[in-house]
Every structure is written in structure tokens, then in C-alpha cells.
């Protein structure tokens, strides 16, 4: 029975991952720790904060000794690590906090699990590394999808402090033998997407009345993929899959920035009629620096190997989102306040809409 450490669980991802594994292992033991910083919300956690098998911890990735007293005391024997400083238009405004937390906090979560793992327990465990397919760069529009081969060449901060932890998971397995696996995922979206990213600004933009800002020309191109794959495919790779071995996890489902804001918008008409069309509030601005222009994953090792496959369309995913926004108006509407607020003025009041 696995006795799993989740870092970053009360982020997106992370918190669908917890839902999805305690429904599915509602016997295992699950212990999360976050540091509650702007993209953290325990309320995205409420479900399960009675559940006895679940325990929330309020701190640190780079907290070792933290770490290594939960690993102990909790007898945990699996570590699943998505915490991580996740926007790449904050990287590039103040790349700081993604080299704090996506390199230090990483390395020393392998400290603490090289020293109680191995060093003092020597057990059967498990450290994966939950990363992105940013870290692989931009494809040009003929180019393959990304594999696991696909040489590393990141662009903004965000991905080279992704690509640089993913580096030392890998040095941590090859000089020590920590048991590691890695799984570079595409573009999720689904419940408890914090709205400073497309969809779900794009969502509650819209709910607001307020201008839909698309970078550049909105042709860039995103594979997008409904979280609970996601979360699917890292239970695959945990249960299943080889150890020092990366897996690609995405959905096959390239869309341009435009296209995506476009079906956003008709869906949201029929579901949420307005008086006027929501593909008026389209406003195109400035580019993001260093922009990357196509991300496609080709997850055919984690396919054959692991047996993983997306379930459902896109076009049922993203009702399904849409649906969640419309019900979960509490949730969205508490983080527009403070902080959210701030970098929404800074990110898009102070840029020269008419700008290219
Ligand atoms: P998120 O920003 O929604 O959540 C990050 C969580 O980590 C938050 O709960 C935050 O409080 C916590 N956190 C941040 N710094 C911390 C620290 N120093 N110590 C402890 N907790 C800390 O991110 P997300 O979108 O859920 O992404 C989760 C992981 O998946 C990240 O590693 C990201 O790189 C990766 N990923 C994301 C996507 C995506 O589309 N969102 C795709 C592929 C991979
Ligand atoms: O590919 C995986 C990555 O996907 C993850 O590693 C990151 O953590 C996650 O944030 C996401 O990165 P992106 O930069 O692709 O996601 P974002 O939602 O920020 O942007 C998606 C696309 O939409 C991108 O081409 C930029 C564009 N965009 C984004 C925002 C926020 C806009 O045109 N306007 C916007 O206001």
C-alpha cells in the first residue's frame, strides 16, 4: 500500500492528483505539503479535509529537514513532486522564485529522499518528478511532436528552471540510484485552474465582461490536455513505469491560441447567453517576450509501454471546465481580489493594447 508525500497539492494539478488518488486508492495514505503561496488554495482541497487517510502540511519544499521528518514520522515510501512556481509570464517579470523553488526546492526534496530512503532506511521508494514539455523549446509548424529523445532547450525562466530540476532528478537516480521516474507533460486544463492562465482567464473574462487579451498574433500552438489524463498518466508511470525512465503525457490535440478563445466563446454564448457576442471582448496585445510558437507532445513510449491513452474529446473537456466555472462561481470569484488583481494590472493595464 503506498504512503504517498504530494508537494504543490493544493495547486491545480496537484489538487486534481488528489482527488484522483484518493478516490481511486481510498485506503492509501496521503499526506500533501504546500506552501500556500498565491497559486495554493486549501479550498480546492475541501473535499477531502476529513478524509482520514489525507493530511495537509503547511510548508516548504525547501524545508529538508521538514521533508525528512514527514518522510519518517508518516513512514512514507512514495513522493509525487508538482509543487513549483508554474507561470511563464511571471518568470519573466521576476524570475527569482522559479529558481528558489523549481531548482533549490527540488534538490532539496532529493536531499531529504536520498538521506531517509537510502542513506538511513534503505527502502523500497518512489520520487517522481512531475515536469513539463516546455523544457524540450518550440517546434516550428512541420517539425514532430516532442519525444523523450527530443534534445532540452528551454526559453523562458520558468522552463529552464524546469528543465534544469529535471536534470538533477536524473543525476540524483544515475549517482545515487534513487529510484526516480519523470513524466513531461502538455498543457492541462480542468477544475482549480488558477485563472491567470488562458482558459480559465478566458472563462472568467468573459463572465466579467472583460477584454480577452491574446498574445501576438494567437497563432501560437498549445496541446492540450484534460487534467485527469494527466493524472492518469503519472499513476500509470508510478505503477508501472521503469525506473530512471522520463515519460511524455499528452493529449494530441494542437490548437492555436485564436482557435481555442474562439470555441471558448461560443460555448460560453450558449451556455451563459449575454446581450452581446463574447467574441467581441477579443483584444489582441503585445506578444510575450520569447514566446514559444508550437508545443506538441508524441506520447507514444507511455502508450505502448504503460498503456495510457486521454479519455473523452476536447470538445467534452472543455465543457466540462466551462460547466465547472459556471457552478464554482465562489471559488474564482475569492481569488480576484489582492494579489490577482495586482499582476492582472500589471501584466495587462500597463501594456500598450495597440502594440504588436
Ligand atoms: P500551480 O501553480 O497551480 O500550483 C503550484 C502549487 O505549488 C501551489 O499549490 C503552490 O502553493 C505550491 N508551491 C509553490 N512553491 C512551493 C514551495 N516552495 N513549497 C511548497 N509548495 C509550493 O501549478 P500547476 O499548474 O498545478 O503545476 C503543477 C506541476 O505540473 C508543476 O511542476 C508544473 O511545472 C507542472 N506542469 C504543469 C502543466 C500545466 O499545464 N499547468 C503542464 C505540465 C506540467
Ligand atoms: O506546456 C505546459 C505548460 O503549459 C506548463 O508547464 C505551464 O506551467 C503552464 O502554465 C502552461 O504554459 P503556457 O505558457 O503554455 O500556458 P498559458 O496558459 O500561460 O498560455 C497558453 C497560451 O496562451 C500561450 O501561447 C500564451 C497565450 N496567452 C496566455 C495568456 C495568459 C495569451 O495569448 N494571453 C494570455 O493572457
Same mark, same amino acid.
Given at each position: 500500500?503506498?504512503?504517498?508525500? *504530494?508537494t504543490?497539492?493544493?495547486?491545480?494539478?496537484?489538487?486534481?492528483? =488528489?482527488?484522483?488518488?484518493?478516490?481511486?486508492?481510498?485506503?492509501?495514505?496521503? *499526506?500533501?505539503?504546500?506552501?500556500?503561496?498565491? #497559486?495554493?488554495?486549501? #479550498?480546492?482541497?475541501?473535499?477531502?479535509?476529513?478524509?482520514?487517510?489525507?493530511?495537509?502540511? !503547511?510548508?516548504?519544499?525547501?524545508?529538508? #529537514? &521538514? =521533508?525528512?521528518?514527514?518522510?519518517?514520522?508518516?513512514?512514507?515510501?512514495? &513522493? *509525487?513532486?508538482?509543487?513549483?512556481?508554474?507561470?511563464?509570464?511571471?518568470?519573466?517579470?521576476?524570475?527569482?522564485?522559479f529558481?528558489?523553488?523549481?531548482?533549490?526546492?527540488?534538490?532539496?526534496?532529493?536531499?531529504?529522499?536520498?538521506?531517509i +530512503?537510502?542513506?538511513?532506511r534503505?527502502?523500497?521508494?518512489?520520487?517522481?518528478?512531475? /515536469?513539463?514539455?516546455? =523544457?524540450?523549446?518550440?517546434?516550428?509548424? !512541420?517539425?514532430?511532436?516532442? @519525444?523523450?529523445?527530443?534534445?532540452?532547450?528551454?526559453?523562458?525562466?520558468?522552463?529552464?528552471?524546469? #528543465?534544469?530540476?529535471?536534470?538533477?532528478?536524473?543525476?540524483?537516480?544515475?549517482?545515487?540510484?534513487?529510484? *526516480?521516474?519523470?513524466? $513531461?507533460?502538455?498543457n492541462?486544463?480542468?477544475?482549480?485552474?488558477?485563472?491567470?492562465?488562458?482558459?480559465?482567464?478566458?472563462?472568467?473574462?468573459?463572465?466579467?465582461?472583460?477584454?480577452?487579451p491574446?498574445?501576438?498574433d494567437?497563432?501560437?500552438?498549445?496541446?492540450?490536455?484534460?487534467?485527469?489524463?494527466?493524472?492518469?498518466?503519472?499513476?500509470?508511470? &508510478?505503477?508501472?513505469?521503469?525506473?530512471?525512465?522520463?515519460?511524455?503525457?499528452g493529449?494530441?490535440?494542437? +490548437? @492555436? $491560441?485564436?482557435?481555442?478563445?474562439?470555441?471558448?466563446?461560443?460555448?460560453?454564448?450558449?451556455?451563459?447567453?449575454?446581450?452581446?457576442?463574447?467574441?467581441? &471582448?477579443?483584444?489582441?496585445?503585445?506578444?510575450?517576450?520569447?514566446?514559444?510558437?508550437?508545443?506538441?507532445?508524441?506520447?507514444?513510449?507511455?502508450?505502448?509501454?504503460?498503456?495510457?491513452?486521454?479519455?473523452?474529446?476536447?470538445?467534452?473537456?472543455?465543457?466540462?471546465?466551462?460547466?465547472?466555472?459556471?457552478?464554482?462561481?465562489? +471559488?474564482?470569484?475569492?481569488?480576484?481580489?489582492? /494579489?490577482?488583481?495586482?499582476?492582472?494590472?500589471?501584466?495587462?493595464?500597463?501594456?500598450?493594447?495597440?502594440?504588436?
Amino acid at each position: 500500500m503506498p504512503r504517498l508525500l *504530494v508537494t504543490g497539492g493544493a495547486g491545480f494539478i496537484g489538487s486534481n492528483f =488528489v482527488h484522483y488518488w484518493l478516490r481511486r486508492h481510498p485506503d492509501d495514505r496521503l *499526506v500533501v505539503l504546500d506552501a500556500l503561496t498565491y #497559486a495554493g488554495n486549501l #479550498a480546492n482541497l475541501e473535499p477531502v479535509k476529513h478524509n482520514p487517510q489525507y493530511r495537509f502540511v !503547511h510548508g516548504n519544499i525547501c524545508d529538508q #529537514a &521538514l =521533508v525528512e521528518k514527514l518522510l519518517v514520522e508518516e513512514q512514507l515510501d512514495t &513522493l *509525487v513532486h508538482f509543487a513549483a512556481e508554474s507561470h511563464v509570464d511571471r518568470s519573466i517579470t521576476g524570475p527569482d522564485a522559479f529558481i528558489e523553488t523549481n531548482i533549490v526546492g527540488t534538490h532539496s526534496l532529493l536531499k531529504a529522499a536520498k538521506n531517509i +530512503w537510502l542513506d538511513t532506511r534503505r527502502q523500497e521508494h518512489r520520487f517522481h518528478h512531475v /515536469s513539463t514539455d516546455e =523544457v524540450y523549446g518550440s517546434l516550428g509548424p !512541420h517539425d514532430p511532436a516532442f @519525444t523523450e529523445e527530443t534534445p532540452y532547450a528551454p526559453n523562458s525562466p520558468y522552463a529552464a528552471s524546469k #528543465a534544469a530540476s529535471d536534470h538533477l532528478v536524473r543525476a540524483y537516480h544515475h549517482t545515487y540510484g534513487l529510484q *526516480v521516474t519523470t513524466s $513531461n507533460c502538455s498543457n492541462n486544463y480542468g477544475p482549480y485552474h488558477f485563472p491567470e492562465k488562458l482558459i480559465p482567464l478566458v472563462i472568467t473574462n468573459i463572465l466579467q465582461g472583460k477584454p480577452i487579451p491574446i498574445y501576438g498574433d494567437g497563432l501560437n500552438i498549445r496541446d492540450w490536455l484534460y487534467v485527469e489524463d494527466h493524472c492518469r498518466g503519472i499513476e500509470l508511470v &508510478l505503477q508501472q513505469g521503469r525506473v530512471g525512465e522520463t515519460y511524455n503525457i499528452g493529449g494530441n490535440n494542437e +490548437w @492555436t $491560441n485564436i482557435d481555442i478563445v474562439k470555441l471558448i466563446c461560443d460555448i460560453m454564448d450558449e451556455l451563459r447567453p449575454r446581450s452581446t457576442r463574447s467574441a467581441e &471582448l477579443i483584444t489582441f496585445i503585445k506578444d510575450r517576450p520569447g514566446h514559444d510558437r508550437r508545443y506538441a507532445i508524441d506520447a507514444e513510449k507511455t502508450m505502448t509501454e504503460l498503456g495510457y491513452q486521454p479519455l473523452g474529446s476536447f470538445e467534452t473537456g472543455i465543457r466540462k471546465t466551462i460547466t465547472w466555472y459556471l457552478e464554482n462561481e465562489a +471559488w474564482w470569484k475569492s481569488i480576484m481580489e489582492g /494579489s490577482y488583481l495586482e499582476w492582472i494590472e500589471k501584466q495587462y493595464s500597463i501594456s500598450d493594447p495597440t502594440a504588436k
